[in-house]
């Protein structure tokens, strides 16, 4: 069951090339009684992913297992170019929607700190 959402890493993205990414709001399935530690949000992009929902339904059951409830806020695209610690969100979701990319540039800044991390809400 569910204990804590700081067991669950806040970015999960492949370390190099161009793919799809969703941010996901992970709720507690049983309320804490504390508001600000009952929900997170998530960045998690895979270039395996043909659609963005691949991502969201895979990670999505695993939390749900695990005793979470989550949502997805929406996607769009990264560009990791590692070589040169540089990491690029934009674009959209057909089906999600738009995410949220200065939340999701900022939980990756977090893992990345060493990196150049921007985003654009142009491109698909």
């Known amino acids: 069951m569910a204990v804590d ?3 669950i890493p806040d970015v999960d993205i492949d370390s190099d090339g ?3 990414y969703v941010l996901i709001r992970v709720h507690l399935a049983e309320p ?3 508001p600000a530690k009952e ?3 998530i960045v998690r992009g895979y270039k395996w992913a043909e659609y963005h929902a691949d991502i969201y339904d895979k990670v999505s059951g695993e ?3 695990n005793g979470y409830d989550c949502e997805c806020l929406g996607g769009g695209r990264i560009s990791h170019q590692s070589q040169d610690r540089k990491i690029h969100v934009y674009g959209y979701s057909m089906g999600y929607g738009r995410a949220q990319h200065s939340v999701s540039t900022e939980k990756i800044k977090a893992k990345y ?3 150049e991390v921007t985003w654009a809400d142009d491109g698909y």
Do not use: A, I
């Open 63 to 65: 939390l749900q297992r």
């Open 18 to 20: 161009v793919f799809k």
């Open 5 to 7: 959402l700081g067991q």
């Open 32 to 34: 804490s009684g504390d």
């Open 113 to 115: 700190p060493d990196y």
């Open 39 to 41: 929900c997170k949000e």
